[in-house]
């Protein structure tokens, strides 16, 4: 029962630490830069794997993050990509494998992502 309720509790702790864009995926967050870090309540290897399959394909966004216990992942543009429609583009690809309900940006750099899920690990 704990597991089920984690998700909820640790969306709640980072809106009350201010790290998550409350107003959804109607703004862009992102790191200083150009990076996206985004929590995908309930995130598995399963679907972790298809995300960095579908990125992978794609070719213009990479996971420069992931931490599958604390539902993180950090989303950069490739080299060989523009910045131009990045955005857009890595939560299209996302999308087609996580719910869009799961999904929320954090307001948070790669070092902050990487102490959350630290946090979630030591627990």
Do not use: W
């Not at 909820?8 to 703004?27: D, K, S, W």
């Not at 948070?108 to 030591?122: G, I, K, N, S």
């Amino acid at each position: 029962m704990l597991k089920d309720l984690f998700p909820c509790v640790f969306t709640l702790a980072l809106m009350a630490m201010g790290l998550v864009n409350t107003e959804a995926a109607a703004q862009t967050q992102r790191t200083d830069d150009g990076a996206i870090v985004l929590h995908i309540k309930n995130l598995d290897t399963t679907a972790r794997d298809a995300v960095m399959d579908g990125l992978r394909a794609n070719g213009s966004v990479q996971v420069s993050y992931a931490c599958v216990p604390a539902g993180i992942l950090v989303l950069r543009p490739t080299a060989s990509s523009s910045s131009t429609g990045f955005r857009g583009n890595a939560l299209a690809i996302v999308q087609q494998h996580v719910r869009s309900r799961d999904l929320t940006e954090l307001d948070v750099t790669q070092t902050q992502a990487e102490e959350l899920c630290a946090q979630v690990r030591a627990r």
